[in-house]
């Protein structure tokens, strides 16, 4: 009987810890995907309004929120590079989680 109360303990733990796995994995999909929406969006704009963008909620994403951070390279118009980089960040068991994706702008 102790041996068998000992087992389920051992089995219950380890299902919490798969569960808690999954929930990580399924936030970190979710805040690439995000990303990854984002970038596709500013390909769609102008080169001149690709801007940094504040730390906002995303819609439809409550616990998630994303910022764009852009640095300009070069001072020739004809030859400077937008470094963008979309920052996306969740809270899981207390901590902060952060997953970036950065992309090159080029206006051509």
């Known amino acids: 009987m102790v041996i068998m ?3 389920i303990t051992a089995l219950v733990s380890v299902f919490s810890m798969g569960i808690f796995s999954n ?3 399924e936030n970190t999909a ?7 929406e984002k970038i596709e969006e500013l390909k769609n704009k102008s080169f001149a309004s690709i801007v940094n ?3 906002t909620q995303v819609s439809d994403f409550p ?5 764009v951070s852009v640095i300009t390279t070069g001072t020739n118009p004809a030859s400077s590079l937008k470094e963008v ?3 996306v960040n969740w809270q899981t068991k207390s901590q902060n989680q952060t ?8 206006d051509f």
């Open 5 to 7: 109360a000992v087992g």
């Open 23 to 25: 929930q990580d994995a």
């Open 30 to 36: 979710i805040a690439i995907n995000l990303a990854t």
């Open 53 to 55: 963008e504040p730390q």
């Open 63 to 67: 616990t998630f929120t994303r910022s």
């Open 85 to 87: 980089t979309v920052n």
């Open 99 to 106: 997953h970036s994706l950065t992309a090159l702008f080029a």
